[in-house]
């Protein structure tokens, strides 16, 4: 098969997969709870970077923060940080409020990575093609 014809047959829009965080995410059974993530696509992640950027008088910062922050909020499809029905039931205003409400810190940073690597990055080729094979 020609790399094209992969392509083709393997489009990554729409690109999605269940991950776990943590032990701290079971059910009252013992099951481990999923998070269901997507990919970003590369105008996202641009988005994302540009958004992310501050203007300083000694150059330019990257708010790492900031990024986690929007790569999180809107790849995550389970649960919906953007959902304004359970932002308001955890008694918070915003999605990044109910992020922070959510998920300790560790995990903000495992989900974040493992967002990217759907993404992505930090991952090698024939990961990539088991993660297109198995979507």
Do not use: H, W
């Not at 999180?72 to 308001?88: L, M, V, W, Y």
Request: proline share 3%; charged share 25%; with cysteine.
């Amino acid at each position: 098969m020609q790399l094209s014809e992969f392509l083709i047959k393997n489009p990554v829009n729409d690109l999605t997969k269940e991950v776990y965080l943590s032990s701290r995410f079971v059910d009252e059974n013992g099951n481990k709870i999923p998070f269901k993530i997507k990919a970003m696509s590369g105008d996202d992640y641009a988005s994302y970077r540009k958004a992310a950027m501050k203007v300083t008088k000694n150059g330019v910062d990257f708010d790492t923060k900031k990024f986690n922050e929007l790569v999180i909020i809107n790849n995550t499809i389970e649960p919906n940080f953007r959902d304004a029905q359970s932002i308001k039931a955890a008694g918070c205003i915003t999605p990044e409020q109910f992020m922070y409400r959510c998920l300790l810190a560790g995990e903000i940073d495992a989900l974040a990575s493992k967002i990217s690597d759907l993404s992505g990055f930090n991952t090698s080729v024939e990961e990539a093609k088991e993660t297109v094979k198995n979507s």
